[in-house]
């Protein structure tokens, strides 16, 4: 199992029956394959729509998309509206689960996910609002990036938010955010503590018992 | 019907320098047809109002690409590396906004709000240079209304007084955007008889929109 | 004629072809029946609908009605909304004209017409929205009411809006409101300016010229 | 369909003393059902925020007949004597609200806004009390969100997740209530498979509702 699969089995597993969930573009977007069944999730794409699925080999329409822009479909009982409702949803504590890519979060617990200065402005699009906004902001991101620890002491990239978000699900481990610093809750499989530790720039609190990550099938 | 109006004349309205807000998002749900009069027309010096910039070739992308647009106002141009370019070697000024906070400006804009106090941003360097309020213990930053000298509407249907309905995705901002501009100008798909969108379907009321564009003849 | 038919049909010479227009309650509603030919207004109740008509005997439908809850009717292309977006056509200036009953209007402009105190609380409804947000205001109402004028020197009831009102139209007079002051520009047939002048609290300007009224037919 | 719920189990959630976002503009679009077992459970020192209290016999006018409100937010008891003897009699706490800033405060709750600058009231009695923003030189009232324990809403149209639509001047205050509170119930005069309400059509996605009222029998 590739990395972007583990994790995305993992997150899988965080998302509960009637949730109303929006996945970020990228790596996020896997998880809608993991959900356990007899789960009813209900997926929210922020440019306006409730009840989204995966697409359809043939019947794409132009008019029903992701907010990427790519072909999605739409389930029975999906319901479509404008920026102003789908983020009203967002800010408005509809929204039970975001899970947002990132570039950096560090020892607050806060996400930097927009912006390299100087390298790559694509703008916030709407995830200032959904890490603002949503019930539980969970971060799935690769541990490291070119051998730099993407779990860091403090954001030194502009942060999308200063809310504490709720996880952080890695292809190493699972790090819950909490007041009193990043906690690790769960190893990868054949990851130990040591590892996770040794390639993690942010201090953790290591509790005594620190189980093998669960995975969705 | 006397909204009706052909394409060439609706765009021969918009001057050089205008404020332009345009619906879609990545292309989905844009004015096609007029932002290609846009280009045809060549108007220039364009404060555009978007979601994104879309791709190089695509929707608002087109505008960027054939340097048509001073300023743009967007959450999000990570797909247009153009737009990209054109922002850091100065051609573009760029004012980025949260994709939520930018669809309650222009609605603000279009309702008659003095502004929208919402808590995206905050502690942000999107609160840069912006005045805070603490409503009951908490921080919400004051972001101002948007309004523009037109709005481009991409709809699915308009009756013959102009009202509009969307599909799907692609009604995104246009609706709020038919609300914030002086002159409204919107493109349907099809354009049906008075009282074929019931009351109830209509998402933009016709009163808001001042000119449809004009169908070619597409029949055979 | 009657008072209240000579306020409509002279109020209805306002009202251009292709206005939003919303009538308020009780005199201003009788506008509408005079609408000159070829005129097509837009009317707006606030409750909801743009596109209303009178009633159709019959036809009535419990979800169809004025603010008043009383039975309309709509015309093909009418359409229906929320609150929310009725009052964003009201204060976001897309409304043309309001047409409003008065219990005051004084030599700045100013209306009350929300309540007396200590014997008439209605409640402001959607008449504070209404004049503050509309492009023009027209306030229809009787120049006197038991015998006292309600053209006065200073609102003594509580305001409805500080906003200036566009024109107010009665059974003895046309006055607009301006920078200077009231200016009397028409009166009623069969009613002279010394009649207004002597049936009116409030100090009104008199130009060389004041026509009678048209009336629409 | 885990979502449907007979009306008395519904109204047995409410506890005295809540407060309630109860849809409808003089009664029409308000959920009758659900007032009328209000009454027969006899719940009791209520908030309610609705645009009116209609007719003393009629939707929201039942409760205040009743005597089971102690406070109102409301934009319009003219139609309603009852109201307005006891807010004199001091029976019930009145707060009188705009229309539009009312329906803009529920919203705003709605939506995660910290509250709403409106021109609506500036220079009246409304003002009293309340923090004034100046914004490019005019003024606005910075008015408060409205959120409440329950909406109680009536629509034309359920599905099975809870779906909603609406009929004509009946919409008004309901979509933007289903927004605005920690639990919302809908009654819905027909409820339809999945599917027959087309996503475009939807005015309030289910996720909103938590609960729809089941439907007696009424067939023969």
């Given at each position: 199992?590739?990395?972007?699969?583990?994790i995305?089995?993992?997150?899988?597993?965080?998302?509960?029956?009637?949730?109303?969930?929006?996945?970020?573009?990228?790596?996020?977007?896997?998880?809608?394959?993991?959900?356990?069944?007899?789960?009813?999730?209900?997926?929210q794409?922020?440019?306006?729509?409730?009840?989204?699925?995966?697409?359809?080999?043939?019947?794409?329409?132009?008019?029903?998309?992701?907010a990427?822009?790519?072909?999605?479909?739409a389930?029975p009982?999906?319901?479509?509206?404008?920026?102003?409702?789908?983020f009203?949803?967002?800010?408005?504590?509809?929204?039970?689960?975001?899970?947002?890519?990132?570039?950096?979060?560090?020892?607050?617990?806060?996400?930097?996910n927009?912006?390299?200065?100087?390298?790559?402005?694509?703008g916030?699009?709407?995830?200032?609002?959904?890490?603002?906004?949503?019930?539980?902001?969970?971060?799935?991101?690769?541990?490291?990036?070119?051998?730099?620890?993407?779990?860091?002491?403090?954001c030194?990239?502009?942060?999308?938010?200063v809310?504490?978000?709720?996880?952080?699900?890695?292809?190493?481990?699972?790090?819950?955010?909490?007041?009193?610093?990043?906690v690790?809750?769960?190893?990868a499989?054949?990851?130990?503590?040591?590892?996770?530790?040794?390639?993690?720039?942010?201090?953790?609190?290591?509790?005594?018992?620190?189980?093998e990550?669960?995975?969705?099938? | 019907?006397?909204?009706?109006?052909?394409l060439?004349?609706?765009?021969?309205?918009?001057?050089?320098?205008?404020?332009?807000?345009?619906?879609?998002?990545?292309?989905?749900?844009?004015?096609?047809?007029?932002?290609?009069?846009?280009?045809?027309?060549?108007?220039?010096?364009?404060?555009?109002?978007?979601?994104?910039?879309?791709?190089?070739?695509?929707?608002?992308?087109?505008?960027?690409?054939?340097?048509?647009?001073?300023?743009?106002?967007?959450?999000?141009?990570?797909?247009?590396?153009?737009?990209q370019?054109?922002?850091?070697?100065?051609?573009?000024?760029?004012?980025l906004?949260?994709?939520?906070?930018?669809?309650?400006?222009?609605?603000?804009?279009?309702?008659?709000?003095?502004?929208?106090?919402?808590?995206?941003?905050?502690g942000?360097?999107?609160?840069?240079?912006k005045?805070?309020?603490?409503?009951?213990?908490?921080?919400?930053?004051?972001?101002?209304p948007?309004?523009?000298?037109?709005?481009?509407?991409?709809?699915?249907?308009?009756?013959?007084?102009g009202?509009?309905?969307?599909?799907?995705?692609?009604?995104?901002?246009?609706?709020?955007?038919?609300?914030?501009?002086?002159?409204?100008?919107?493109?349907?798909?099809?354009?049906?008889?008075l009282g074929?969108?019931?009351?109830?379907?209509?998402?933009?009321?016709s009163?808001?929109?001042?000119?449809?564009?004009?169908q070619?003849?597409?029949?055979?």
């Amino acid at each position: 199992m590739d990395e972007k699969t583990l994790i995305a089995k993992r997150v899988a597993l965080e998302l509960a029956d009637g949730d109303l969930v929006n996945l970020g573009i990228g790596l996020p977007t896997l998880v809608a394959r993991y959900i356990p069944a007899g789960r009813h999730v209900f997926f929210q794409s922020e440019n306006g729509i409730v009840g989204m699925s995966g697409p359809i080999a043939g019947a794409e329409n132009p008019d029903l998309t992701d907010a990427g822009g790519n072909p999605i479909s739409a389930l029975p009982g999906a319901a479509s509206f404008d920026s102003a409702m789908s983020f009203g949803l967002i800010r408005g504590g509809h929204l039970d689960i975001t899970v947002l890519g990132g570039l950096q979060v560090d020892e607050e617990g806060r996400l930097a996910n927009w912006m390299v200065p100087g390298k790559m402005v694509p703008g916030m699009g709407g995830a200032m609002d959904l890490v603002t906004g949503a019930k539980r902001v969970i971060v799935a991101m690769q541990h490291s990036a070119k051998g730099e620890s993407k779990i860091v002491k403090r954001c030194t990239l502009p942060l999308t938010s200063v809310r504490r978000v709720s996880l952080v699900v890695t292809d190493m481990a699972v790090i819950e955010p909490t007041e009193k610093g990043l906690v690790l809750r769960e190893v990868a499989p054949g990851v130990s503590v040591q590892d996770v530790l040794k390639a993690t720039e942010a201090e953790l609190i290591v509790p005594a018992n620190v189980p093998e990550m669960a995975l969705a099938a | 019907m006397k909204k009706l109006i052909p394409l060439a004349d609706a765009v021969a309205l918009i001057p050089d320098g205008a404020s332009l807000l345009i619906g879609g998002f990545m292309a989905v749900g844009s004015p096609h047809r007029v932002i290609d009069e846009l280009v045809r027309q060549r108007k220039r010096d364009l404060t555009v109002i978007g979601n994104d910039t879309a791709r190089p070739g695509q929707g608002i992308g087109k505008l960027v690409v054939e340097k048509l647009v001073r300023k743009v106002i967007t959450s999000h141009i990570g797909l247009n590396p153009e737009t990209q370019r054109q922002m850091i070697t100065g051609e573009i000024e760029m004012e980025l906004v949260p994709q939520g906070t930018l669809a309650e400006r222009i609605r603000a804009g279009g309702v008659g709000l003095g502004g929208v106090l919402t808590p995206t941003g905050v502690g942000t360097t999107v609160e840069e240079g912006k005045q805070t309020v603490e409503i009951d213990g908490k921080t919400f930053l004051l972001e101002l209304p948007i309004k523009a000298d037109f709005a481009l509407i991409g709809a699915k249907q308009a009756d013959y007084y102009g009202n509009l309905t969307y599909a799907l995705t692609a009604r995104n901002f246009n609706p709020l955007m038919a609300m914030a501009a002086t002159t409204v100008i919107a493109e349907a798909e099809d354009i049906v008889p008075l009282g074929c969108i019931p009351p109830d379907t209509v998402v933009t009321p016709s009163i808001l929109v001042d000119h449809v564009i004009a169908q070619e003849k597409r029949h055979g």
